[in-house]
């Protein structure tokens, strides 16, 4: 039998490693350009609505028929809907606010700004979770790999792999800390009245935006620097590169 070629092994080898696993599953988990753009449309049509028209239920409107479109499309091409229903659930989510809001006699403008209070709880919610994984010698990454390997915890025999995992999951939850760090205080200031209401709305729509798919990717780009440096076998006794 022949030696495989060079890029045949690559290949091979790439389907072997923790790394390859990773950036295989991270890609799924975003769905790319296209996914991660369909996350951000609903909020910047809520939020340039709400600045230009002063209307929330019309802001909503509008946000939830753009989303409704793109699951249409997505339909259409019968390819997966899932970062379109993601969209959905999240203005689904943030009209429950607004509704708890105006329920409690709050203005127009507290009604806006607890559009993006649901964002704020997740992000800090996630963080603390995923940073409870690490603390714990169990971080979330790991059951990616775990996924791959048909044994969810098998994974964790391997040290090396654990302590990579870790990393990664850090560089998940940082991006989380940063979108709490900045938005909380403004809208904690645009509900007391500190700063005005409406340039609070105006700040939170374009940090949702600015802190939204471009902070993931730098994070994305922070993990894909950090495994193309090694190639950790996926299964512990496998043998190195």
Known sequence: ?????PAA???RVEAET???VVRQQLTKALGGRRGMGE???????????WLTLRD???ALTISIGAALVLLAIRLVQRSTVQFVVNALFGIGIGWYFVYRSAAAGGSEQDQALAYFLPG????GGYAIVLAFTCLIGWPLVGFMVGSITGDPTAWHSDRQIVKLCSRLTWLLVAPCIVRVAVQAPIWLAGTSGSIDPDAAVAALGVLKIVLGWPLQLAALGSMVWLLSRNRTPVAPDAAPA
Not at 1 to 5: C, F, N, Q, V
Not at 39 to 49: E, R
Request: aromatic content about 6%; glycine content about 0%.
């Open 1 to 5: 039998m022949t030696d495989p070629t």
């Open 9 to 11: 092994t690559s290949d």
């Open 18 to 20: 923790v790394e390859a």
């Open 39 to 49: 996350a951000a449309v609903p909020t910047i049509l809520f939020t340039a609505s």
């Open 56 to 58: 929330l239920n019309l």
């Open 120 to 123: 704020i709880l997740y992000n």
